[in-house]
């Protein structure tokens, strides 16, 4: 059985990596000045952020205690993320593609006035702070 957490383990690492990965790749975007590609990344990147620390907390978890087993009540770590994703797609998809170009060089200094901006970059800033803790 000890195996068996093990095998579970390595896979639950493979996608802690692959969000790493995967985040690492929509900076790099921004930083080598692909914006457009940049901008498909910021719908998935605050809530591939907020994944990373369940998935982590679930790795330790299977190394640690023996015959641990994944049940529907621990997908509760992941609310924030499927929150942040829908809040997401509904603001960021409607905010304007120059307002997009501004977020992702963060050279945003005009009074925002669009309110899905407005959300949007809220629920950036809390992100943030909630990924920071």
């Known amino acids: 059985m000890i195996r068996n957490n093990q095998v579970r383990a390595n896979k639950i ?3 802690f990596m692959l969000i790493l990965s995967l985040q ?7 930083i080598l000045g692909y914006p457009n ?3 498909l990344g ?13 998935i982590l907390n679930f790795y330790i978890k299977y190394l640690t205690i023996e015959n641990y087993k994944f049940n529907l009540k621990s997908l509760i770590h992941f609310v924030p993320a499927i929150a ?13 593609y120059s307002d997009k170009i501004l977020i992702i060089t963060q050279q945003f200094n005009k009074e ?8 949007y970059l809220k629920t950036y800033e809390y992100a943030q702070i909630f990924y920071s803790i």
């Open 13 to 15: 690492l493979v996608v």
């Open 24 to 30: 690492y790749t929509f900076s790099a975007f921004e």
């Open 37 to 39: 590609l940049a901008i």
């Open 42 to 54: 910021y719908y998935l990147l605050i809530p591939l952020m907020l994944c990373s620390p369940p």
């Open 84 to 96: 942040v994703l829908i809040i997401n797609i509904i603001t960021y998809s409607q905010v304007l």
């Open 112 to 119: 925002v006035t669009d309110m899905n901006l407005k959300i």
